[in-house]
């Protein structure tokens, strides 16, 4: 262990002066400064996949470590008691192990390991593999009875991409013939099947497909996992997410559905729409905001329905709902489904939570749920019963993951906030609001934390150009001096409709900014969810206006308000919709900033219209197609306030990042706004991941972001 924990290091840069540089080990470590680094983010240990023991003694979960030298990572098996106690490392070898579920009574815990499904005893011992399957499993889900099991497997697709000669097996050509050619980082040949096998005593098979001879996937990518399906309460049923849509239908299109599969007769139907549902035409070039398609019957379920649950009675079958076809950001509902009558209820909603339910699970009688979701830029955990009741359990600047019930009365979930990565915590509901009981089993970093000084998380709420108020955070470097100023930063989120909330980031880390030397602007602005439907849904057609004075009155309050920003001294910094922000601002902020860094952002909308995987997104954003000759008012207003058309007002230094395995805004975005610069005579410099995707992934890679993202802001607001 100790050796793979020195692979994960890498050297910690002081924060001030100096290279001083310290190897970190998993127990036994020492920095030489007390200042977030890039090589210190990459040595954390990154906890995700969490599973409480049956009995509600335990939970076995997983860690990923990061080697910056061989720049890959290692995920490795745990349990602990719940009273943080009687830690346990399962994996003890230099192979991956993920997703550990507990089985056999929780005698046993089966895992993933070379693309096979594996079991050992919960103490790491008596390792077994069940499956010898040829084609690599992705996930699995044990039935109640644990007689059958689910094994995600991708297989062979050609809906789109047109399978070579089998006389040229070395072509690397592809013949294309319709949308959803690539999606997110990788071109369209395959697509997940989930696969019912039967469990024996010899091992598991390679069972049967439950989508056979149907082109469409499960789990949906690029991020459906095993939540999209679970098993009935008497294993004879299957829900599951798909979204049964092919080529250009697919490219448009946020309808997924719920069905129900029946084991014993391989059939399957759908809970969300009716057996002789048609659809009604859509413009593929239009916003289906106002299409028939969204005029329908809200029992149609035209929007994203997924990751299905049922009840512990059996009686009931929960969901995550969006209403309308075409928006991916639209309200997150908690839809509950009476297997008996087929009545659908939502038991949240724009009256009682009018934010979006991240993720979910039942309680042990059947009568409420537990949730995870933001509110004023944290994300806490509810209760909601199933006649609408919704309380707040959690409180405090925080966000928690999806929460898992433990000993029936119990949560387990992980939590972070912009100052501490994720760990695992038991929560305690009380019956007062906001007055949980909250203890950590976990604390994975705290050789690491303990030697290192975070800066001060504070809260704004500022005015708005429209008179309304957007919550601000504040984050102040460590070794704060209130009597200096210092240079300061305006970050932009993206999205375009994600939460400013006390999220924890290996990349865009605010305290890392903290550390380099500067203040963080982090604002709210419209356009993000935890303050309402209307104040999420504005952005909508209007990315250049209200968000963009939101953006402007955050700072402007910064440097008017806080004597210890400079105000001759701001950057302005952000990814994706941030990007797009960032590339605006720098055409239209009169001089305010110094320096601007863009990542992965869209800079010519009418190319972007085209260049993405998931025209949905600008259909429902721009609202038309740019040649359409009828554009809307908020169509002609996206199209001619395109960055891109602004060139002539750019005067300031501009880094411009993009990856190109990035499918979601192609690199040519970012190219081209880095030409445009360089080309108009202003200071740019472009880096460009070959082998990156809307994210940096790779550990080498991201120290690279780090050091060129610091180099340039030190460069032009350090003088």
């Known amino acids: 262990m100790q050796k793979i924990m020195a692979l994960a290091a890498a050297a910690l840069l002081a924060c001030n002066s100096g290279n001083a540089q310290t190897m970190i080990g998993r127990n036994n470590i020492s920095l030489k400064s007390d200042c977030m680094t890039p090589e210190a983010l990459w040595a954390m240990g990154r906890i995700s996949n969490i599973a409480p023991s049956p009995d509600g003694k335990h939970v076995a979960y997983q860690v990923g470590y990061y080697s910056v030298k061989e720049n890959k990572g ?45 079991t050992m005893r919960a103490d790491g011992t008596e390792r077994r593999q069940l499956t010898h399957s040829t084609i690599e499993i992705e996930g699995f889900k044990f039935s109640p009875d644990e007689s059958k099991v689910i094994l995600i497997k991708s297989i062979d697709y050609h809906g789109s991409i047109q399978k070579n000669p089998v006389d040229l097996p070395l072509a690397s050509g592809m013949v294309i013939t319709d949308m959803n050619y690539r999606h997110w980082d990788h071109y369209v040949k395959r697509i997940a099947h989930p696969f019912v096998a039967t469990v024996s005593a010899e091992g598991i098979g390679d069972g049967t497909d439950i989508l056979a001879a149907q ?14 399906l679970a098993w009935s309460i008497d294993s004879k049923s299957i829900a599951y997410t798909c ?54 019957s809200p029992d149609m379920n035209v929007g994203y329905d997924v990751n299905p649950c049922f009840s512990p009675d059996g009686k009931y079958l929960a969901w995550q709902s969006m209403a309308h076809n075409g928006y991916e950001s639209d309200l997150n509902r908690l839809c509950v489904y009476d297997l008996s009558t087929g009545q659908k209820k939502y038991v949240t909603n724009t009256k009682n939570f009018d934010s979006n339910v991240d993720g979910f699970t039942w309680a042990a009688d059947s009568k409420s749920l537990y949730f995870n979701g933001v509110w004023h830029a944290t994300s806490m955990l509810w209760n909601v019963t199933l006649d609408g009741t919704v309380r707040q359990l959690t409180d405090g600047w925080y966000d928690y993951g999806t929460p898992q019930l433990i000993n029936n009365q119990q949560l387990v979930a992980t939590r972070h906030s912009i100052s501490h990565p994720d760990d695992i915590y038991l929560i305690t509901p009380s019956k007062k609001e906001k007055q949980a009981k909250v203890e ?11 030697q290192l000084e975070m800066g001060k998380v504070m809260e704004r709420w500022v005015k708005t150009s429209d008179g309304q108020q957007e919550q601000v955070w504040i984050i102040l470097p460590p070794h704060f001096d209130p009597t200096k100023k210092y240079p300061t930063l305006l970050y932009c989120e993206g999205g375009p409709q994600s939460p400013v909330s006390q999220f924890w980031s290996y990349r865009w880390n605010f305290q890392i900014m903290a550390a380099h030397g500067y203040v963080v602007v982090a604002p709210n602005r419209h356009g993000l969810p935890g303050y309402g439907s209307k104040w999420n849904e504005q952005i909508s057609g209007d990315w250049t206006g209200q968000c963009m004075s939101d953006y402007l009155a955050a700072i402007d309050d910064a440097t008017s308000n806080l ?22 601002l720098a055409g239209h902020h009169n001089k305010r900033f110094k320096a601007f860094i863009a990542h992965d952002g869209a800079f010519n909308l009418e190319s972007m219209y085209t260049d ?22 908020n169509a002609k207003r996206t199209y001619s306030n395109s960055p891109h058309r602004f060139i002539d007002q750019w005067d300031t230094p501009i880094l411009c990042i993009h990856g190109e395995k990035d499918y979601r805004i192609n690199a040519n975005q970012g190219m081209g706004a880095f030409n445009a610069a360089r080309l108009k005579g202003i200071p740019a410099e472009l880096l460009l991941f070959p082998d990156e995707n809307h994210w940096v992934l790779k550990p080498q890679n991201g120290i690279l972001w780090q050091r060129t993202f610091f180099s340039w802001l030190d460069r032009w607001l350090k003088k």
Request: aromatic share 12%; proline share 4%.
């Open 215 to 228: 082109p469409y996937e499960c789990p949906m990518a690029p991020f459906g996992g095993i939540e999209q």
């Open 243 to 296: 979204r049964r849509k092919e080529g250009v239908d697919y490219a448009i299109s946020t309808d997924a559905d719920i069905f129900l599969y029946d084991v014993a007769s391989n059939t399957s139907h759908n809970l969300c729409k009716p057996a002789n549902y048609q659809e009604p035409a859509i413009d593929a070039t239009k916003s289906m905001k106002e299409q028939a398609v969204n005029r329908q």
């Open 74 to 118: 290692h995920q490795i098996l745990y349990t602990k008691g719940i009273d943080g106690r009687q830690g346990h490392q399962l994996t003890t070898d230099s192979e991956n192990e993920t997703v550990p579920a507990w089985i056999d009574k929780g005698q046993r815990i089966a895992f993933l390991r070379n693309g096979q499904l594996w």
């Open 612 to 633: 993405t995987e998931e025209a949905w997104f600008s259909n429902w954003e721009y609202e038309d197609a740019y040649w359409n000759k009828d554009l809307s008012a």
């Open 563 to 584: 004597n210890f920003v400079d105000k001759d001294r701001l950057g302005c910094v952000g990814a994706s919709f941030g990007g797009f922000s960032v590339y605006y």
């Open 440 to 450: 950590p089993i976990t604390n994975e970093n705290k050789h690491i934390l303990d």
